[in-house]
């Protein structure tokens, strides 16, 4: 199939499918499992690639005029921690002479994307506030969907659009004739009352209901909004309010636990990729504390880092509250790092802005702190770059070192927070809960008082069905009696 087409794809789309089992899985779930309809996928997306020349795409080849516009861009996270691409429709003008660029501007951020989060799909959300006729551009819309359907296998969560206006109904009816059936299940047409059962507010703008407080601006190209930690290398003073002492003593504890451990199998750490399949299956099983092995591994240019893509925490009920990080140095320099969350409320990380030495392997904790939960929308960049054998690795040379630093040396890796939920009967759940975690917050009140609301409405509603059915029946009974009386009268009417 390749060989007759050969020169219509890009050779590191052919290699990079040739090496790449998640991305043939991908395509094939996309058309489940049909291998004729994804060959035909990877036929028209290869070709669609190399026409848009998408692996060269970058913010020095697009005008940046298209950046600042804000019409596009990434930012954010819905309820089920997918990554949101905006697509601020006010900001968008139909233009013929400029739809080739605007459509490589899409092109460049799902590629952007796609390379740095590993293929994790995306919701879209499609903010139609204060639009009209003159921003309609089906063409541009179209694009947008094929993207998904036809170019990005396995990469649209679901698409929701926000205060559609009544006057673009008949365009979308256009649009839903472009989707398939399961495309078409993903579309969540919404308003201010009701976009947050998908998106949280935190991670809506004010006019949409929310509160976060993002401005769109170029430069710099908008990324994950990540923060520095709270604290830098140990607990600070105000988290000494919030946490006990024999809760931070526990903690050295256990990070003296985990180095010694680690120095008794320094090798082992060094060969971390070589651990059974077998202990990668029960990943779910292991609480995060106990881990002092890594069950999975990102192999970076100067970093190994494990886990790979996700920490696991406990939910509330199962209460796990630490996560382990491994770093080993596969450089013969000493590699400075820092690791940012996206909420830096939440967690403590310790330490957060180190260096580690050639060949060496170091411990990094990450603890919830407070009454705090992981949540999937929680997110943690580690940045890496190698240092001169003259720098020093003292806080001074740190920060020194990442305000010099040229950007293409710093290596980035991104962690996805996992949510272990409670395989306990909702029994013992509950008596759990009232001894060891804290007080429901006034938000869990709220749903659990509108989810009683609802369950008495239904009951209401059923009980007046059945007083309904009660009262037509007790009128059908008086009506068959009247209709037998009087069927008895005229029979003797009748005989007499």
């Given at each position: ?21 998640k ?17 035909k996928?990877i ?6 690639r190399?026409?848009y ?10 005008p ?10 990434l930012?954010?996270y ?6 949101l ?27 952007h ?8 799909p995306?919701?879209?959300v ?24 036809d ?16 006057i ?13 059936p ?20 935190e991670?809506?703008?004010p ?13 710099p ?21 919030h ?5 931070i003593?526990a ?13 008794l199998?320094?090798k082992k750490?060094?060969s971390i990729?070589?651990?059974?399949k ?26 190994h880092?494990?886990?790979?893509e996700e ?5 509330k009920e199962?209460?796990?509250k ?17 690791v ?13 802005n ?12 990450v603890?919830?702190?407070?009454g ?8 943690f960049l580690?940045m ?12 001074p040379?740190?920060?020194q ?20 939920e409670?395989?306990k ?8 809960n009232?001894?060891?975690?804290p ?11 509108t ?21 037509l ?5 008086l ?18």
């Open positions: 199939y390749f060989l007759d087409k050969s020169d219509k794809y890009d050779s590191r789309d052919v290699e990079r499918l040739q090496q790449d089992d991305w043939v899985e991908n395509y094939l779930i996309w058309r489940h499992d049909v291998v004729d309809d994804t060959l996928m036929d028209e997306s290869f070709q669609w190399k026409e020349t998408v692996n060269d795409l970058s913010e020095s080849v697009l940046k005029w298209l950046f600042e516009i804000g019409a596009l861009f930012h954010g819905d309820k089920e921690g997918y990554k691409f905006w697509f601020r429709v006010k900001h968008h003008t139909r233009d013929p002479k400029q739809q080739l660029e605007k459509k490589k501007l899409v092109a460049f951020w799902l590629e994307y796609a390379k740095r989060d590993h293929g994790k995306l919701t879209v499609f903010d139609m506030a204060e639009t009209g006729i003159s921003h309609i551009d089906l063409d541009f819309v179209r694009f947008i969907v094929n993207c998904f359907t170019y990005y296998p396995n990469f649209l969560t679901k698409i929701v659009i926000f205060e559609m206006p009544w673009m109904n008949a365009a979308f009816k256009i649009v839903k004739g472009w989707l398939g399961d495309a078409i299940s993903m579309l969540k047409f919404t308003n201010k009352n009701d976009v947050q059962e998908y998106i949280s507010g991670y809506l703008p006019h949409m209901g929310g509160t976060d407080s993002f401005k769109y601006s170029y430069p190209l908008v990324d994950d909004d990540f923060q520095t930690p709270l604290c830098e290398n140990g607990p600070i003073t105000s988290e000494d309010e946490e006990s002492k024999e809760e003593d903690d050295t504890k256990e990070a003296g636990e985990l180095n010694e451990a680690q120095n199998n320094q750490m060094n990729e070589q651990i059974s077998s202990e990668e299956t029960d990943k779910t099983e292991v609480k995060p504390k106990n881990a002092k092995k890594a069950l999975t591994t990102f192999k970076g240019p100067l970093l880092i494990s886990p790979a920490l696991y925490f406990g939910s199962t209460g796990e630490k996560c382990l990080i491994v770093l080993t140095n596969i450089t013969k320099n000493v590699v400075a790092f820092k940012r969350t996206t909420a830096p409320e939440k967690y403590r990380v310790k330490p957060s180190s260096s580690c030495e050639p060949g060496t392997s170091l411990d990094i904790i603890s919830l702190h407070g705090f939960a992981a949540s999937l929308q929680d997110r580690i890496a770059a190698e240092m001169d054998q003259s720098s020093g690795a003292g806080v040379e740190l920060t070192f990442w305000k010099e630093v040229p950007r293409t040396k710093v290596m980035e890796h991104r962690l996805r927070c996992h949510v272990i409670s395989s009967p909702s029994s013992l759940t509950l008596k759990d009232a001894f060891n975690n007080a429901k917050t006034n938000e869990d009140l709220h749903i659990q008082l989810h009683l609301l609802q369950i008495n409405r239904r009951l209401e509603e059923q009980m007046n069905r059945c007083l309904w059915f009660q009262q029946s007790v009128v059908l009974s009506l068959s009696v009247t209709v037998a009386a009087f069927c008895f009268y005229l029979a003797n009417a009748q005989r007499s």
